[in-house]
């Protein structure tokens, strides 16, 4: 594997991340070998390749230590199975899959995904009753002994753990409800909204440790992208890449820019791949502050990510 040059070329691959620059800092470089370091964008609102389709929704391919993760499946599955074709990408041939969250335009690529690959491990939040399937104690209703068997739960002796269906029956979801080492140096971080809007709604973010840091990807960041970064920071904290939305797409110019100091003064995060919900006015304000360390990630590109790891 080749470590970073502090000299970036304009080589095809590289063309992809930050065209002709030269950086006297580290800049990610395209990966060599049978181990892949790479982030493909599979589904989005913008971008330049012609042969893939724009919609609102995010998914993407990440590649690292061997492993072959789908993170996020887009909106729609006849569009999530254009784009993958048009990539060269095999749904097929997975590791597992992580879902951020629960809204449609992160899951309703399911569709297709479980077509091609119905028995792949499935990553999702765990909430009460929850899309994904649900588990919850039986204690937790209350309870009324004095009713006759046929007015009570289960005739008055429900069963220790209720568990409840997912709109996806025989889909293999392992659900997640805390911080967890998926893989080595894989991490899924869990986090929950307190936003008006999407109170309550969980959401896990996918977390790589790098040895040049840890490599964030995000769905939407409804919970804040500055809460997800400081809650991955307590595993690593150099964060050298976040890719994926912000949820920044409605933010006032002076929200944008309080997360943009954070992430870049706060975090000192070292690049950004922002896409998806990010919005277009932040998409301006982070390229300001960040330069050439901000990284072009729209529908279609790869972002190469550390090649140094063993």
Same mark, same amino acid.
């Given at each position: 594997? !080749?470590?970073?040059?502090?000299?970036?070329?304009?080589?095809?691959?590289?063309?992809?991340?930050?065209?002709?620059?030269?950086?006297?800092?580290?800049?990610?470089? $395209?990966?060599? &070998?049978?181990? %892949? $370091?790479?982030? !493909?964008?599979?589904?989005?609102?913008? &971008?330049?390749?012609?042969?893939?389709?724009?919609?609102?929704? #995010? $998914? $993407?391919?990440?590649?690292?230590?061997?492993?072959?993760? *789908?993170?996020?499946?887009?909106?729609?599955?006849?569009? *999530?199975?254009?784009?993958?074709?048009? %990539?060269?990408?095999?749904?097929?041939?997975? @590791?597992? =899959?992580?879902?951020?969250?629960?809204?449609?335009?992160?899951?309703?690529?399911?569709?297709?995904?479980?077509?091609?690959?119905?028995?792949? %491990?499935? #990553?999702?939040?765990?909430? &009460?009753?929850? =899309?994904?399937?649900? @588990?919850?104690?039986?204690?937790?209703?209350? %309870?009324?002994?004095?009713?006759?068997?046929?007015?009570?739960?289960?005739?008055?002796?429900?069963?220790?753990?209720?568990?409840?269906?997912?709109?996806?029956?025989?889909?293999?979801?392992?659900?997640? +409800?805390?911080?967890?080492?998926?893989?080595? @140096?894989?991490?899924?971080?869990?986090? /929950?909204?307190?936003?008006?809007?999407?109170?309550?709604?969980?959401?896990?973010?996918?977390?790589?440790?790098?040895? @040049?840091?840890?490599?964030? /990807?995000?769905?939407?960041?409804?919970?804040?992208?500055?809460?997800?970064?400081?809650?991955?920071?307590?595993?690593?904290?150099?964060?050298?890449?976040?890719?994926?939305?912000?949820?920044? /797409?409605?933010?006032?110019?002076?929200?944008?820019?309080?997360? /943009?100091?954070?992430?870049?003064?706060?975090?000192?995060?070292?690049?950004?791949?922002?896409?998806?919900?990010?919005?277009?006015?932040?998409?301006?304000? *982070?390229?300001?502050?960040?330069? +050439?360390?901000?990284?072009?990630?729209?529908? &279609? !590109?790869?972002?190469?990510?550390?090649?140094?790891?063993?």
């Amino acid at each position: 594997m !080749t470590a970073y040059s502090p000299a970036v070329s304009c080589s095809a691959a590289l063309l992809l991340l930050v065209g002709c620059a030269t950086t006297t800092s580290a800049t990610p470089t $395209a990966s060599a &070998g049978p181990s %892949k $370091a790479q982030i !493909t964008i599979l589904y989005d609102a913008f &971008g330049k390749d012609s042969a893939m389709k724009k919609d609102w929704g #995010y $998914a $993407a391919l990440v590649e690292y230590g061997g492993k072959r993760i *789908l993170f996020d499946s887009g909106n729609n599955p006849e569009i *999530l199975a254009q784009n993958a074709k048009a %990539k060269d990408v095999d749904l097929s041939n997975l @590791d597992f =899959v992580v879902m951020s969250h629960r809204h449609g335009d992160h899951m309703g690529g399911l569709a297709y995904l479980l077509r091609v690959n119905p028995k792949v %491990k499935i #990553y999702s939040p765990k909430e &009460g009753f929850g =899309v994904y399937g649900a @588990d919850l104690p039986s204690t937790f209703y209350r %309870k009324d002994p004095s009713l006759p068997p046929e007015q009570r739960y289960y005739g008055g002796a429900p069963p220790d753990i209720m568990r409840f269906g997912s709109a996806w029956p025989g889909a293999n979801f392992q659900l997640v +409800d805390k911080t967890v080492e998926i893989a080595s @140096d894989i991490h899924l971080i869990s986090s /929950v909204s307190d936003k008006p809007g999407t109170l309550e709604l969980h959401e896990l973010s996918l977390a790589i440790n790098t040895p @040049d840091g840890m490599v964030l /990807v995000v769905g939407c960041s409804h919970p804040g992208i500055d809460k997800i970064v400081e809650a991955a920071s307590t595993i690593n904290p150099r964060i050298h890449l976040i890719a994926g939305g912000f949820h920044l /797409v409605v933010a006032s110019n002076l929200d944008i820019e309080k997360i /943009v100091t954070t992430l870049h003064d706060t975090f000192k995060v070292q690049y950004v791949g922002p896409g998806h919900c990010t919005g277009e006015p932040a998409f301006t304000a *982070l390229r300001k502050a960040f330069g +050439d360390r901000y990284l072009y990630a729209g529908l &279609g !590109t790869t972002l190469a990510l550390s090649t140094s790891q063993n």
